[in-house]
């Protein structure tokens, strides 16, 4: 029991399969947008290991050694992987079409993630049981819903927190200050607005525009 618990902590935290191998970095920067969606991603990459890992330790143990065909265990395990892909992708097209909507082509995708398959054939490759592959592949699974969930978190907070500003910079007299506060005015909603002898400078959230926008005065000082 105890070292079922080390493999699953040093699955999901130790060995993490994004942050220290970098599998299935695809879904993990592309579902990473929206917790929500991070989090609907996670558990149908959680289900997807699990399960496989079940699965393909079964073949892998009863069919493929039995009848010396282990060497296509990459092929079987895809295949594996595909059908229960297939059936997460019904399951939350009927119960969830808007998280269905939202991971879009990502959820078949969950099919090529060499994450999934890395797991089946390390199961392999380290001769686990049946029920340490489970435990691994549950780990695993665990691991990348956890970075994901805070990838999607932070981006989330960044986004709220560090939105759009306007800024003028360098020397500027009291006619281009005047500019600026005008076009920032029309681009943005100014919160805070700070002139120096050398600076002046207008920052505020902007209501529309994705990116900074920056606007550089060259002009001479004012007094």
Same mark, same amino acid.
């Given at each position: ?119 089946a054939l390390t199961n392999v490759s380290k001769e686990y049981d049946i029920l340490t592959s489970v435990v691994n592949g549950f780990g695993t699974a665990?691991?990348? =819903?956890?970075? /994901?969930?805070?990838?999607?978190? @932070? ?7 560090? #939105? &759009? !500003?306007? %800024? ?23 919160? =805070?607005?700070? /002139?120096?002898?050398?600076?002046? @400078? ?7 525009? #994705? &990116? !900074?926008? %920056? ?9």
């Amino acid at each position: 029991m105890k070292t079922l618990i080390l493999i699953a902590i040093g699955s999901a935290l130790v060995n993490n399969v994004v942050l220290s191998q970098f599998l299935g970095l695809c879904p993990f920067l592309g579902v990473s947008k929206k917790i929500k969606t991070a989090s609907g991603m996670g558990f149908a990459v959680i289900f997807v290991i699990t399960i496989s890992s079940f699965l393909a330790s079964l073949i892998y143990s009863f069919i493929l050694v039995p009848l010396k065909l282990t060497y296509l265990n990459t092929i079987v395990f895809i295949l594996v992987i595909a059908a229960l892909v297939q059936f997460v992708e019904m399951f939350l097209k009927k119960a969830s079409p808007s998280l269905y909507k939202a991971l879009g082509v990502y959820l078949p995708l969950i099919t090529t993630n060499c994450a999934v398959l890395g797991v089946a054939l390390t199961n392999v490759s380290k001769e686990y049981d049946i029920l340490t592959s489970v435990v691994n592949g549950f780990g695993t699974a665990v691991g990348f =819903t956890i970075a /994901i969930v805070i990838l999607a978190g @932070v981006r989330e907070r960044t986004e709220h927190n560090f #939105g &759009n !500003f306007c %800024f003028c910079f360098g020397r500027a007299d009291r006619a281009a200050v005047s500019r600026c506060l005008a076009l920032c005015n029309r681009l943005c909603k100014p919160v =805070t607005t700070r /002139i120096s002898a050398s600076t002046a @400078v207008v920052s505020g959230k902007c209501l529309s525009y #994705g &990116n !900074f926008f %920056f606007i550089n005065f060259n002009f001479k000082l004012f007094t």
